[in-house]
């Protein structure tokens, strides 16, 4: 049974922005923020660079999984949340190559390119084809794993190094660790019929 779009929706946004939580792109925003001082120019570069990867990484997700709609495929979505949680642990930190980037265009264009190439391949980015795999709607997983983002990289731009003073990012971590380890096993708990 597929939860209604409110759960969807809510539990996308919880993954990510847990997920978020110390990744690279929150240590992008902290830098964008800290160099371009223009807040609200760096906000709408995620804003649109998340929503066209994710909806992305969504799309993949459903087209995969409608393709493949079988119990091997949902038990191997379920173990990708479940290595999600062990990948989550481990610590992001932004390659020199990230630090030293060039920003030509103004804000928007550099926040825009930056996050869309840093997220490629990134766990959050790798969560949300879960998501669209397991809950098979774009728009909601996509909407909500864009939310998620917001809300983990708002404070990040605004309160930049302060937010990371006051926040345990070795807590956060362990929490969204946990989070996905659940989704994984209340995914095999569903397929294997445990509930």
């Known amino acids: 049974m597929i939860p ?3 759960s969807i929706f809510t539990a ?3 993954v990510v922005a ?3 939580i ?8 902290i830098v964008l ?13 995620i804003l649109v660079a998340t929503l066209a990867n994710h909806g992305l990484a969504a799309l993949i997700g459903q087209e995969v999984a409608g393709l493949l709609d079988a119990p091997w495929f949902r038990t ?11 990948w989550t642990l481990v610590p992001d930190k932004l390659d020199d190559d990230e630090d030293s980037f060039a920003h030509r265009g103004g804000a928007f264009l550099t926040t825009l390119v930056a996050f869309f190439l840093v997220e490629m391949g990134d766990k959050t980015q790798i969560a949300t084809i879960a998501l669209g795999a397991q809950y098979q709607d774009v728009v909601i997983v996509a909407a909500g794993t864009t939310l998620g983002m917001m809300l983990a990289n708002a404070p990040a731009v605004f309160l930049g190094e302060e937010l990371v003073k006051r926040v ?3 807590a956060t971590r362990i929490a969204a ?8 096993l209340w995914q095999l708990a569903g397929i294997f019929g445990w509930l």
């Open 4 to 6: 209604d779009p409110l």
């Open 12 to 14: 996308s946004t919880a």
């Open 18 to 20: 847990l997920a978020e």
């Open 22 to 29: 110390g990744d690279k792109t929150m240590l992008l925003a």
């Open 33 to 45: 923020a800290a160099r371009l001082r223009a807040h609200w120019q760096i906000l709408a570069g």
């Open 76 to 86: 191997a979505v379920a173990l990708g949340f479940i290595a999600m949680a062990a």
């Open 168 to 170: 345990s990012l070795n």
């Open 177 to 184: 660790a946990l989070l996905f380890l659940v989704l994984g």
